[in-house]
Nanobody, 125 residues
Framework: QVQLVESGGGSVQVGGSLRLSCSVS????????MGWFRQAPGKEREGIAG????????YYADSVKGRLTVSQDNAKKTLYLQMDSLQPEDPAMYYC??????????????????WGKGVLVTVSS
């Protein structure tokens, strides 16, 4: 059974930084896509960053380019999201997600097979 477990959420001030981690377990296939999505109250879930396991291409939503960085540690089977210069529009539940489907729109949540439970990120001014 595939499991995704996030950690690293919390509260920071505007301009601060956080690093989220997602531990991935249960995949027997070595090729899958991993991504970060977020959902603020009253808003739809949106894809913000992602990559394929073992790949070098990264995908970002325009709203986070230059501030968020997605990366992976293949040996640890862990996905990271470094979030810098956090802004008042960034507070949300942040979810780690994955899919075995390879030909997808990377930031589209409809392609996702497995979701983590999410971590809360709050930003105070």
């Amino acid at each position: 059974q595939v499991q995704l477990v996030e950690s690293g959420g919390g509260s920071v001030q505007v301009g601060g930084s956080l690093r989220l981690s997602c531990s991935v377990s249960g995949y027997t296939d070595s090729n899958y896509y991993m991504g970060w999505f977020r959902q603020a109250p009253g808003k739809e879930r949106e894809g913000i960053a992602g990559l394929y396991r073992g790949g070098t291409t990264t995908y970002y939503a325009d709203s986070v380019k230059g501030r968020l960085t997605v990366s992976q540690d293949n040996a640890k089977k862990t996905l990271y999201l470094q979030m810098d210069s956090l802004q008042p529009e960034d507070p949300a539940m942040y979810y780690c997600a994955a899919t075995l489907a390879l030909y997808i729109a990377p930031l589209d949540p409809s392609y996702i097979d497995v979701w983590g439970k999410g971590v809360l990120v709050t930003v105070s001014s």
